[in-house]
T-cell receptor, first 114, second 113 residues
Framework: NAGVTQTPKFQVLKTGQSMTLQCAQD?????MYWYRQDPGMGLRLIYY???????DKGEVPNGYNVSRLNKREFSLRLESAAPSQTSVYFCASSENRLANYGYTFGSGTRLTVV | GNSVTQMEGPVTLSEEAFLTINCTYTATGYPSLFWYVQYPGEGLQLLLKATKADDKGSNKGFEATYRKETTSFHLEKGSVQVSDSAVYFC????????????FGQGTELSVKP
């Protein structure tokens, strides 16, 4: 099925460890996004890529880096994980940055940092 | 800046009850408005949208009307089912602010048989 695929689905890290969350879309979308979801806070934008070759900070970028590897793939890296980064992470994509038709979301990565 | 405010949950209803989830927004321009639904353990799915004032979005028995005069986009359904139990998110996209989606905090709906 067409859509947004995220890996892994679950991950437990120790404080200070690093990891990369992977995201790929097969809808030929230009724009991609990383959000985190925390109880009572909705979704907060971490980073986004309006088009291949560009990335920009969102609302909560500290502690994260991203790479737009090609048009399909957009990865999120935690260089030194902290307990405050325990969250559910969602990748999303849209045809273009104006999001007239909304976003398509992946199923999420549940990350626990101990 | 732009923002979205939703009524707090959880909302608990009996099957076949009428549902309203309130959503109001603040935007500098003329945003597009969306409702997303998140079922347990899943990602967000687009439920409905409206792109200009007085537009009505509808899907799966859910409706919402874009009210510019009250800056609102309330979600309604005439008769809820147990399978509607989920978290509902209101969101806006303002092209004057880069077009990125801004979400409300979500409202959890629980429907009892």
């Amino acid at each position: 099925n067409a859509g947004v695929t995220q890996t892994p689905k679950f991950q437990v890290l120790k404080t200070g460890q690093s990891m990369t969350l992977q995201c790929a879309q097969d809808m030929n979308h230009n724009s991609m996004y990383w959000y985190r979801q925390d109880p009572g806070m909705g979704l907060r934008l971490i980073y986004y890529s309006a088009s291949e070759g560009t990335t920009d900070k969102g609302e909560v970028p500290n502690g994260y880096n991203v790479s737009r590897l090609n048009k399909r793939e957009f990865s999120l890296r935690l260089e030194s994980a902290a307990p405050s980064q325990t969250s559910v992470y969602f990748c999303a994509s849209s045809e273009n940055r104006l999001a007239n038709y909304g976003y398509t979301f992946g199923s999420g990565t549940r990350l626990t940092v101990v | 800046g732009n923002s979205v405010t939703q009524m707090e949950g959880p909302v608990t209803l009996s099957e076949e009850a009428f549902l309203t989830i309130n959503c109001t927004y603040t935007a500098t321009g003329y945003p597009s408005l969306f409702w997303y639904v998140q079922y347990p353990g899943e990602g967000l799915q687009l439920l409905l949208k409206a792109t200009k004032a007085d537009d009505k979005g509808s899907n799966k028995g859910f409706e919402a009307t874009y009210r510019k005069e009250t800056t609102s986009f309330h979600l309604e359904k005439g008769s809820v089912q147990v399978s509607d139990s989920a978290v509902y998110f209101c969101a806006l996209s303002d092209k004057n602010q880069g077009g990125k989606l801004i979400f409300g905090q979500g409202t959890e709906l629980s429907v009892k048989p």
